[in-house]
T-cell receptor, first 113, second 111 residues
Framework: NAGVTQTPKFRVLKTGQSMTLLCAQDMNHEYMYWYRQDPGMGLRLIHYSVGEGTTAKGEVPDGYNVSRLKKQNFLLGLESAAPSQTSVYFC????????????FGDGTRLSIL | RKEVEQDPGPFNVPEGATVAFNCTYSNSASQSFFWYRQDCRKEPKLLMSVYSSGNEDGRFTAQLNRASQYISLLIRDSKLSDSATYLCVVNRGTGFQKLVFGTGTRLLVSP
């Protein structure tokens, strides 16, 4: 049972390039989330999804887009990468929101030069 | 004021010591509380949920004080492997009940 899997694990981009981060979960969870973690800031929610075909903005959505075409997958896109998007990105999933703990992938370390 | 506040530490303790962390939260409507553990350059992992009556899991005890809006984590008989950052996590209680993560308290257990 893999849980939550993120790809890639590491990536270096140049300013203005685009890329997509993939998150896959095999726990049949309804809810999926994308966070970024920066030193001293804690985890901040970028976007989330409450089910297949639905997405919503979190607290720091600017510069990112997401899609949830299949229940098990949640994609995070950077259309035009900026140095401010250098961060560690974590995907998480849960059965329901709020009262249920979230299960995290092992992260993607992204550097924008 | 941050929604969830933690002392960043580090807390330096010897093996076998007892250590406690507190975390305060600002939203009185919060209903769910958790402690997560995060090792260096790893993902957060659920350590334990925090229940109203307090709960224990082996060497770990969590307490909730709704009146003062704080939760605590007590670690007894600290092990070297307990060295990590401990994240306090609270849900917002209304609307889409997103979890709010504290910035963490770092624990270093030394031989």
């Amino acid at each position: 049972n893999a849980g939550v899997t993120q790809t890639p694990k590491f990536r270096v981009l140049k300013t203005g390039q685009s890329m997509t981060l993939l998150c896959a979960q095999d726990m049949n969870h309804e809810y999926m989330y994308w966070y970024r973690q920066d030193p001293g800031m804690g985890l901040r929610l970028i976007h989330y999804s409450v089910g297949e075909g639905t997405t919503a903005k979190g607290e720091v959505p600017d510069g990112y887009n997401v899609s949830r075409l299949k229940k098990q997958n949640f994609l995070l896109g950077l259309e035009s990468a900026a140095p401010s998007q250098t961060s560690v990105y974590f995907c998480a999933s849960s059965y329901y929101e709020g009262s249920q703990p979230q299960h995290f992938g092992d992260g993607t370390r992204l550097s924008i030069l | 004021r941050k929604e969830v506040e933690q002392d960043p530490g580090p807390f330096n303790v010897p093996e076998g010591a007892t250590v406690a962390f507190n975390c305060t939260y600002s939203n009185s409507a919060s209903q769910s509380f958790f402690w997560y553990r995060q090792d260096c350059r790893k993902e957060p992992k659920l350590l334990m949920s925090v229940y109203s009556s307090g709960n224990e899991d082996g060497r770990f005890t969590a307490q909730l004080n709704r009146a003062s809006q704080y939760i605590s984590l007590l670690i007894r008989d600290s092990k070297l492997s307990d060295s990590a950052t401990y994240l306090c996590v609270v849900n917002r209680g209304t609307g889409f009940q997103k979890l709010v993560f504290g910035t963490g308290t770092r624990l270093l257990v030394s031989p």
